[in-house]
């Protein structure tokens, strides 16, 4: 297994936790919104545990029956980047750069994972 540190997946996945974890306590609110955003916060690790683990083994990630469950997470987590770019435009502005890189490289990553462009995407 041969590890590049320019890995997007990788990168992205520390850059979402890190997200998520300074835009927790902003996202806490009352009754159904507290549901759907633990539910949100869920669907962002599960999605990260499918394509972070996946990028770390080449022969997985690129693997035909792994297309679709990668591909799907790599949406997921591109969505949710991007709800938190949005959510976080409340934040010190010296989180703008990290909001903005995180949802673009993540988006990123899926366009390239979708048009078979495996290595870049990783």
């Known amino acids: 297994m041969k590890l590049r540190p320019t890995a997007v997946v990788p990168v992205a996945a520390l850059f979402l936790l890190l997200a ?3 835009l927790a306590p902003s996202l806490a609110v ?4 507290k549901a759907a955003t633990r539910a949100m916060m869920q669907g962002i690790f599960a999605s990260l ?3 972070f683990v996946a990028s770390l083994n080449e022969k997985q990630y690129e693997s035909p029956k792994q297309l679709k469950e990668i591909q799907t997470a790599l949406e997921s987590l591109a969505a949710n980047a991007g709800y938190l770019e949005a959510h ?3 934040l010190n ?3 703008d750069f990290l909001r ?5 490289d993540v988006r990123e990553a899926a366009r390239r994972y ?3 462009e ?3 995407s990783r």
Do not use: C, H, I, M
């Open 20 to 22: 998520a974890g300074r």
């Open 30 to 33: 009352e009754g159904d919104d």
């Open 49 to 51: 545990r499918t394509a």
């Open 88 to 90: 976080g435009q409340n």
């Open 93 to 95: 502005p010296s989180y």
């Open 100 to 104: 903005r890189s995180l949802a673009a």
């Open 114 to 116: 979708k048009e078979g």
């Open 118 to 120: 495996f290595g870049s």
